[in-house]
């Protein structure tokens, strides 16, 4: 039995899966304010703290974001529809998770 918790630790699945840690309003506020994440493929967002956001696929996009209670808001014109997440933080990765589980990672940039 130890020798298979060993090898369930040493997975890269399973150890990456633990790492994540869920963030408060005041962390996913410090964790996003005035920074940039990639999302890959060229694709990025940053996130004034004026509450203004940029988003970056293909073609510029730009919205609104807030952080209400415990989660990470956002507002992309013409909708007026507010979409929230949580937010988890493992090192440089910033995960996204909307209410049907739907989960997005974006990365500090190097």
């Known amino acids: 039995m130890r020798r298979f918790a060993l090898i369930l630790s040493l997975w890269p699945g399973v150890a990456a899966a633990t790492e994540f840690w869920p963030l408060t309003g005041d962390e996913i506020a410090e964790a996003l304010s005035g920074k940039k994440l990639t ?5 990025w967002q940053t996130f004034d703290q004026s509450g203004v ?4 696929s293909g073609r510029p996009s730009t919205g609104k974001w807030a952080v209400q209670g415990d989660q990470y808001c956002s507002v992309w014109p013409p909708s007026d ?3 929230c997440y949580d937010v988890l933080q493992s090192g440089v990765i910033i995960r996204f998770i909307d209410g049907a589980g739907e989960i997005t990672d974006g990365y500090y940039p190097e």
Do not use: K, V
Request: charged share 10%; aromatic share 34%.
């Open 39 to 43: 999302y890959g493929d060229g694709i």
């Open 81 to 83: 529809i507010w979409a």
């Open 53 to 56: 956001t940029h988003y970056f």
